[in-house]
T-cell receptor
Framework: GESVGLHLPTLSVQEGDNSIINCAYS??????FIWYKQESGKGPQFIID?????DKRQGQRVTVLLNKTVKHLSLQIAATQPGDSAVYFC?????????????FGRGTSLIVHP | DGGITQSPKYLFRKEGQNVTLSCEQN?????MYWYRQDPGQGLRLIYY???????QKGDIAEGYSVSREKKESFPLTVTSAQKNPTAFYLC????????????????FGSGTRLTVV
């Protein structure tokens, strides 16, 4: 759900459950999307990407779904593990003047309970 | 192994002092970026560079300066004009900015945490 102030949206799950993290993007002209995972005190790491000519892409234990009609992106993590606990960001690529500059969302904090 | 190196990991700045954050990459990437991250916030773009000797302001460039004299290096200076510099700073690079290429993946450094004392 939505949060205000300095608190990130948080998703708490039990180990072994599936997790779904959602992201609304802003620009209908965006044509490339990336999900990143950021552990505390570290830089974001690439998880999976998807282009606007696709509506689903699967990786290892992760699936990204894209709904361009409502400008919505989701990341599904299967069989969530404690090591999946992190902040997850979506990024959309907007191309002013032909250059791709990613714009990042606030992120969702995923907490996995053993 | 190729990657991006940011240094230092922690940096303390006194009021009115300029400090410079280092970012070096050996990925042969053309484009480099600086982002600022505050608690509970997304990444905000400070400056970016698509090619050597060229850079552009991002959304929050005031109080910051950069240079891109070498492809591998994109240092960020936090000047005394930046009134609220305490934050986590992230440098990133990408292979290029040309629409036609398939890979637009971004690689991030491990960050520098700057604190004003």
């Amino acid at each position: 759900g939505e949060s205000v102030g300095l608190h990130l949206p948080t998703l708490s799950v039990q180990e072994g459950d599936n997790s779904i993290i959602n992201c609304a993007y802003s620009n209908s002209a965006s044509d490339y999307f990336i999900w990143y995972k950021q552990e505390s005190g570290k830089g974001p790491q690439f998880i999976i990407d998807i282009r606007s000519n696709m509506d689903k892409r699967q990786g290892q234990r992760v699936t990204v779904l894209l709904n361009k009609t409502v400008k919505h992106l989701s990341l599904q993590i299967a069989a969530t593990q404690p090591g999946d606990s992190a902040v997850y960001f979506c990024a959309e690529n907007i191309a002013p003047g032909g250059s791709y500059i990613p714009t990042f969302g606030r992120g969702t904090s995923l907490i996995v309970h053993p | 192994d190729g990657g991006i190196t940011q240094s230092p990991k922690y940096l303390f700045r006194k009021e009115g002092q300029n400090v410079t954050l280092s970012c070096e990459q050996n990925l042969n990437h053309d484009a480099m970026y600086w982002y600022r991250q505050d608690p509970g916030q997304g990444l905000r773009l400070i400056y970016y560079s698509q090619i050597v000797n060229d850079f552009q302001k991002g959304d929050i460039a005031e109080g910051y300066s950069v240079s891109r004299e070498k492809k591998e290096s994109f240092p960020l200076t936090v000047t005394s004009a930046q009134k609220n510099p305490t934050a986590f700073y992230l440098c990133a690079s990408s292979i290029d900015s040309v629409r036609a290429l398939a890979n637009y993946g971004y690689t991030f450094g491990s960050g520098t945490r700057l604190t004003v004392v």
